[in-house]
């Protein structure tokens, strides 16, 4: 059966505000441990949908560490819903995102090393501007739009602008590792002039990383054209010990009060 979540036009979703969307990746980390087929990365999507998700957010990585091409093939053939497909502007995923043809295809950077995204793009790095463009041209054939994910530095903001981006995705991993209030305060700030930055420039504004039921609250109270927030770990932890029904829906009412 195929499931559909609460908004399922792209051009409706458009034109709302702060919606949840639900990173799966570390379900299929957990699937991958033992390699039983277990737990289903599909029926975890299905729950968050039908408990107030917008849509669904997944990292095919070049090394497949968590998600696989036949979760990407089974998303695209059973989920009637928003699909945010994060990945590095390799070829190789631009055949397959152009392909698959998700709602939104979110470029990050990324690294054999890395336990997770330690940050954004830097479109001011050599070389960076030219692939992210590249790879821009390419899925603008295929009717994909894009989202960077970035830092909030105004340079590379100007630059996604000078791209004519959908949207860039805020990382808040600073934010959320804040390590006091003082610390906090001055990355929620950062956070606010790049995000009204983004917002004047006609792109809309997404954030990720680290984003949990302590500080998301107090991102959305001062990012007021926030369009998007993509959570993953925080809500898989969570569901541990409250259902994955559960924590979604208790993220997703938060999120929504702020839309």
């Given at each position: 059966m195929v499931i559909t979540a609460q908004i399922t036009q792209t051009n409706e979703y458009r034109q709302n505000m702060a919606r949840l969307l639900v990173n799966i990746d570390h379900v299929a980390t957990l699937r991958n441990a033992r390699g039983e087929g277990y737990p289903s990365v599909l029926e975890a999507a299905k729950i968050c949908l039908r408990n107030g998700a917008a849509g669904i957010v997944f990292h095919l990585r070049e090394d497949r560490r968590h998600i696989k091409d036949e979760d990407v093939a089974a998303f695209k053939g059973e989920l009637d819903t928003l699909l945010d497909f994060e990945m590095a502007a390799t070829d190789e995923m631009i055949s397959i995102c152009a392909e698959m043809k998700p709602y939104l295809s979110t470029l990050v950077p990324e690294s054999r090393e890395e336990l997770t995204t330690e940050g954004g793009l830097n479109l001011r790095a050599d070389g960076v501007f030219r692939k992210i463009k590249r790879a821009k041209m390419k899925l603008d054939e295929a009717e994909v739009p894009i989202s960077l994910f970035l830092d909030p530095?105004?340079?590379?903001?100007?630059?996604?602008?000078?791209?004519?981006?959908f949207a860039v995705e805020l990382h808040t991993?600073?934010?959320?590792?804040?390590?006091?209030?003082?610390?906090?305060?001055t990355e929620l700030k950062r956070l606010?002039?790049?995000?009204?930055?983004?917002?004047?420039n006609g792109m809309k504004v997404h954030a990720g990383h680290g984003l949990n039921f302590e500080n998301t609250e107090e991102l959305l109270k001062r990012l007021p054209d926030l369009h998007e927030v993509s959570i993953g770990h925080a809500l898989i932890s969570h569901a541990l010990f409250h259902g994955l029904g559960n924590s979604v829906k208790?993220?997703?009412?938060?999120v929504e009060r702020y839309g």
């Open positions: 530095v105004t340079e590379d903001i100007e630059k996604a602008a000078e791209l004519g981006v991993g600073n934010y959320a590792n804040a390590k006091n209030a003082e610390e906090q305060e606010e002039e790049a995000a009204k930055l983004i917002h004047s208790k993220m997703s009412d938060l």
